[in-house]
Nanobody, 122 residues
Framework: QVQLVESGGGLVQPGGFLRLSCAAS????????MGWYRQAPGKQRELVAR???????NYADSVKGRFTISRDNAKNTVSLQMNSLKPEDTGVYYC????????????????WGKGTLVTVSS
């Protein structure tokens, strides 16, 4: 059993910043990619940022230069530093990871957290 638990969401004014964190726990053998997705009201879930276990990153065009994703492989955590927040960044942010478990070491599956709400509003 694997769990992803997010933290750090909240209400922030435009131009402000937040830091999201996600911790993976359970019967983990290896974590491959980790990332953040978001879903705005009435819209589909979209990729925000992703990082491989080697540290390669990619970002949605809308957040490039404002958001930074990082991970701590020793602690099985991924973070998202969000600066210069805009109202259009509002949404539920979900942590995602490709994980191979101790019960299935050669096969990775997608796992999702329950999400944390980010609201950017004055």
């Amino acid at each position: 059993q694997v769990q992803l638990v997010e933290s750090g969401g909240g209400l922030v004014q435009p131009g402000g910043f937040l830091r999201l964190s996600c911790a993976a726990s359970g019967s983990i053998f290896s974590i491959y990619r980790m990332g953040w997705y978001r879903q705005a009201p009435g819209k589909q879930r979209e990729l925000v940022a992703r990082i491989t276990n080697g540290g390669s990153t990619n970002y949605a065009d809308s957040v490039k230069g404002r958001f930074t994703i990082s991970r701590d492989n020793a602690k099985n955590t991924v973070s998202l530093q969000m600066n210069s927040l805009k109202p259009e960044d509002t949404g539920v942010y979900y942590c995602n990871a490709g994980i191979a478990t101790m019960q299935s070491m050669h096969y990775s599956m997608d796992y999702w957290g329950k999400g944390t709400l980010v609201t950017v509003s004055s």
